[in-house]
């Protein structure tokens, strides 16, 4: 007799294998999104893809013209449709553990290929530029298509929080030049700490089942609600010299004028050079940023060190050592002591314009402005304090749209670890809706910043100061919320 003993385990595996494909394909809310109609819902008409595509090769506007004019819209053949949810998507093949190049083929299927941009090749403000500017051209010209299809764009950002600002940034000037609407981001997060994806619902790593999972992010960037976003303008005046290593968000400016209702004490030098960028989580000076330089230069020298978010944090954390974050407190190192020693703080409080000076306290080796309550992976330093203790401060409930940043500080390692799984609090040191940062080398020979996980370093002088102001942006970014 023959035995059907391997029978019920190939039937347990035929239906757990069934029940997996089923589930595929599904959204949250338990509704099922094919692909087909997805793809039809986000992709645009070809004709405008393609325009797109080579106004932003040739840096020229008019170069798609002749995709318009063989349409023949506006003569005898009616206007294209509009797709219900043009989008369009940025991936950093670099953030994280390296997903780009093969999320870009999953999305190049599931839309198009001229409607995802790898910004190792095609820059934001490139896109934006000739892309939107060829789309505009042909509203202009009548195409009620391609009218609609700018109206109700939507951006789709795959990196970590400096690329997701760097396109947020660039997506800003549309407001100031006049071109409303300014699209709404949503997230894909690639990066290792992804403090801005956190705070809009769109999770903090990129998920396991990333090819399953990537049907039900571009559901959710159509379809989810937006709320706004402050960012913030920083500007770095410091003696001229060589230029500064630093990321794409800060870039070398005309000279800035300082606030003159703000008295410089001591002599200016004669030649300033200056730096420009915007902000959307956090600037922080001091060893946080130091560490994060170490590792930042460390991932770009052994990529096949960073694999991935944990490998990138097992990294980071092993670096922290190694730099003293950890140790300060035995080290007699003068650049391992506190800020104090060559900081000085300025702030305009809520609803004041007057500036105060505000106190460091000795013991802080790494202070902080953030604007969104996550932070570091997740973390909320600032946390959420009570009734009675804001009103004592003078303090207010913080928000990401409340025009104010937290100005915190660590003391060393061992405190910001205990802060972050809130066992203490940060030492909270102000809310500004507009701040001066002020520094003066002394003992020390270059300081350590960074802007939303971008670090760099920064030269000091003993005879001249250098100025980093951070003001609020009037214009607030539309963000897609992934929940």
């Known amino acids: 007799m023959e035995s059907s003993g391997p029978e019920p385990e190939v039937s347990k595996v035929a239906v757990r294998s069934s029940v997996i494909e089923s589930l595929k394909g599904w959204s949250l809310s338990g509704v099922r999104i094919r692909k087909e109609e997805l793809r039809q819902k986000i992709t645009m008409p070809e004709y405008l893809r393609l325009a797109m595509k080579d106004a932003i090769a040739s840096k020229d506007i008019d170069a798609g013209k002749r995709h318009y004019d063989f349409t023949a819209i506006g003569h005898d053949k009616p206007s294209l449709p509009a797709p219900e949810s043009p989008l369009v998507v940025f991936i950093n093949s670099k953030s994280g553990g390296r997903y780009g190049p093969e999320l870009k083929v999953l999305l190049q299927d599931l839309m198009s290929e001229e409607q995802v941009f790898d910004l190792l090749k095609v820059k934001p403000h490139e896109f934006i530029q000739y892309g939107l500017g060829c789309l505009e051209k042909f509203a202009s010209l009548g195409d009620g298509c391609a009218k ?80 706004r976003l402050d960012s913030w303008n920083l500007v770095i005046s410091m003696p001229a010299g060589p230029d500064l290593g630093t990321p794409y968000s800060l870039k070398r400016s005309e000279e800035v004028v300082l606030d003159q209702d703000l008295k410089i004490e001591g002599a200016l030098p004669e030649k300033v050079s200056c730096f420009q960028g915007v902000f959307y989580n956090y600037f922080s000076i001091g060893m ?3 560490v994060a330089y170490g590792f930042h230069h460390l991932r770009n020298e052994k990529p096949y060190l960073a694999q991935g978010p944990i490998s990138n944090k097992i990294i ?3 670096y922290s050592c190694k730099q003293g974050w950890f ?14 020693n060559i900081l000085k703080l300025h702030v305009k409080r809520l609803n004041s314009t007057k500036w105060e000076p505000v106190t460091i306290p000795s013991s802080v080796r790494s202070i902080v402005a953030l604007n969104l309550h996550s932070y570091a992976s997740g973390r909320n330093p600032w946390g959420k304090l009570k009734p009675d203790y804001l009103q004592k401060k003078g303090f207010v409930e913080a928000k990401a749209d409340d025009g104010l940043l937290e100005i915190f500080g660590f003391k060393h390692g061992w405190h910001a670890s205990f802060v972050m799984v809130e066992l203490i609090s940060a030492k909270h040191i102000a809310q500004a809706s507009e701040i001066r940062f002020e520094l003066r080398g002394g003992a020390w020979k270059e300081a350590f910043m960074q802007m939303d996980g971008e670090p760099w370093k920064q030269p000091m002088n003993n005879e001249f100061s250098t100025f980093v102001d951070i003001k609020r942006v009037p214009f607030q970014s539309v963000m897609i919320n992934g929940e």
């Open 327 to 340: 140790f300060t407190p035995c080290i007699a190192d003068p650049g391992l002591r506190g800020l104090n």
């Open 288 to 290: 946080d940023a130091q």
């Open 316 to 318: 980071y954390s092993s």
């Open 148 to 227: 609609e299809t700018r109206e109700k764009l939507r951006i789709v950002v795959a990196g970590g929080d400096g690329t997701v600002g760097w396109v947020l940034g660039c997506l800003g000037e549309l407001h100031k030049a006049g071109r409303d609407p300014v699209p709404p981001t949503a997230i894909v997060p690639l990066g290792t700490g992804n403090d801005l994806s956190r705070s809009f619902g769109w999770g903090g790593s990129f998920p396991f089942n990333w090819k399953t999972a990537i049907k039900k992010t571009l559901d959710k960037a159509i379809h989810g609600p937006t709320s």
